[in-house]
């Protein structure tokens, strides 16, 4: 099953406005991560965030963890055609220190209009 | 420098035939990593290799399916008789080492379609 959830499934903006994404998740993590995948690509690695710490921001990125309602959100800032996308969140979870596989969310599908 | 590398990109192929996808992880990686992801859906894991460590099989869907990775470098997927079910993008990707606090680097994937 999914252990991580985005929401919304899809989200269409004007350029400049902001885009906020969230990630649902069920079991303990050792850190999330966020993934952008343009179309006919494989995913880019946006930001990771460690459990430990509840907001991080790369640029126009901004990302908050909230390990006791098991959520993150993703915030991008005066949005681009260019970030036209599919966002992933991904989470690792806790396994004793073996490591897997990353589990991702279906996604959120962004449509940046000019 | 080179990112992670998959062939074909796309591959067509009859029902009941074996496909062999290929992965080029970046150099110096010694995590390997392979998904499937079905159209409009998020990626599954399949399986991952660690150096020469035996490989973690446990996100294969089915005994047709298989992976290899010869030392630290190149790993094929496969999969036998292949059904319609197989058909997806399948995504490789490589990480410094086996850390979840590591990024994983990811090829473009090859898209695999069963008539």
């Known amino acids: 099953s999914q252990q991580g959830e985005e929401d919304p499934q899809a989200l269409s903006i004007q350029e400049g406005e902001n885009a906020t994404m969230n990630c649902s998740y069920k079991?303990?993590?050792?850190?999330l991560q966020w993934y952008r995948q343009n179309s006919g690509r494989g995913l880019v690695h946006l930001i990771l965030i460690r459990s430990n710490e509840r907001e991080k921001h790369s640029g126009r990125l901004r990302v908050t963890l909230d390990t006791s309602k098991k959520s993150s959100s993703l915030l991008i800032t005066a949005s681009r055609a260019a970030d036209t996308a599919s966002y992933f969140c991904?989470?690792?979870?806790?396994?004793?220190?073996?490591?897997?596989?990353?589990?991702f969310g279906k996604g959120t599908h962004l449509i940046i209009q000019p | 420098g080179a990112g992670v590398s998959q062939s074909p990109s796309n591959k067509v192929t009859e029902k009941g035939k074996d496909v062999e996808l290929r992965c080029d992880p970046i150099?110096?990686?010694?995590?390997l990593y392979w998904y499937r992801q079905r159209l409009g859906q998020g990626l599954e894991f399949l399986i991952y290799?660690?150096?020469?460590?035996?490989?973690?099989k446990s996100g294969l869907p089915s005994d047709r399916f298989s992976a290899e990775r010869t030392g630290e470098s190149v790993s094929t997927l496969t999969i036998q008789r292949t059904q319609q079910e197989d058909s997806a993008v399948y995504l490789c990707?490589?990480?410094?080492?086996?850390?979840?606090?590591?990024?994983?680097?990811f090829g473009d994937g090859t898209r695999l379609s069963i008539l």
């Open positions: 290799f660690q150096g020469n460590s035996a490989p973690d």
């Open positions: 079991t303990s993590i050792n850190n």
């Open positions: 150099s110096g990686h010694t995590a």
């Open positions: 990707a490589s990480s410094l080492v086996t850390n979840s606090n590591q990024p994983q680097h």
């Open positions: 991904a989470t690792d979870a806790y396994s004793g220190g073996g490591a897997d596989g990353l589990t």
